[in-house]
């Protein structure tokens, strides 16, 4: 979701090629064996078309970002761009693994109450980000920007896992910062349905 969204920002023309994770398209193993999406596929020029390839999905932001960034989404300062780098390495070392285990945590061997440990864990990020709301409109600064696009899916993500649990919490601004971005356009267009390929 994440790079749907920055490329949407981006104003970048782009096909999308929904995949089914439990079939994965050849095409793609063949561009990215690691198997995981997204894929940004820029063909080349070749007979082989192999191109460039890219698939982790901050590259991808910030590939399609610095080509284009009509909206300025990437960070505008040192500052920021310091401050930026501190959230998505946060988020994508630490949330992202509480998350997965609070989501799934028979996958990870995990009974219930180790689940919701994780859970709480994870408070320490939501008041960080709740902290930083109460400074500033947007994780990004006074606009929704690429930061809030890597962030969000993850938090809307962990959101779903109890709602009632979710909205009865203290981080008020976190709760309505997400509740805006789930009634965006930008969020209903990179949302809308696109049926898998499978080959
Ligand atoms: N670090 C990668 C993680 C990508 C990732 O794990 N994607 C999941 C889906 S959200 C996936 O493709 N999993 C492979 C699978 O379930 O087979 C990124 O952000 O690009």
Redesign the pocket.
């Known amino acids: 979701m994440r790079a749907r969204l920055a490329l949407h920002a981006s104003q970048i023309k782009y096909e999308h090629r929904e995949v089914e994770?439990k079939s994965?398209p050849t095409h793609m193993l063949s561009l990215s064996p690691k198997?995981?999406?997204?894929v940004l596929w820029l063909p080349g020029e070749d007979a082989q078309q192999k191109g460039v390839v890219i698939?982790?999905?901050?590259e991808i932001m910030d590939w399609a970002l610095r080509s284009n960034d009509p909206l300025g989404w990437l960070p505008g300062d040192l500052q920021d761009t310091t401050q930026a780098k501190l959230l998505l390495q946060n988020n994508?070392e630490l949330f992202k693994s509480q998350l997965d285990r609070y989501k799934y945590p028979v996958r990870f061997g995990l009974d219930q109450a180790n689940a919701i440990k994780q859970r709480d864990l994870a408070l320490n990020t939501l008041l960080r980000l709740e902290q930083l709301l109460s400074q500033r409109s947007f994780l990004s600064g006074d606009r929704f920007g690429m930061v809030d696009a890597a962030i969000a899916p993850f938090i809307r993500q962990f959101a779903r896992v109890d709602v009632e649990w979710f909205t009865n919490q203290s981080f008020k601004k976190l709760i309505s910062w997400l509740n805006d971005f789930e009634h965006s356009q930008l969020f209903l267009d990179v949302m809308k349905k696109v049926s898998p390929r499978l080959e």
Request: hydrophobic share 25%.
């Open positions: 994770l994965k198997g995981t999406v997204p698939d982790e999905s901050l994508d």
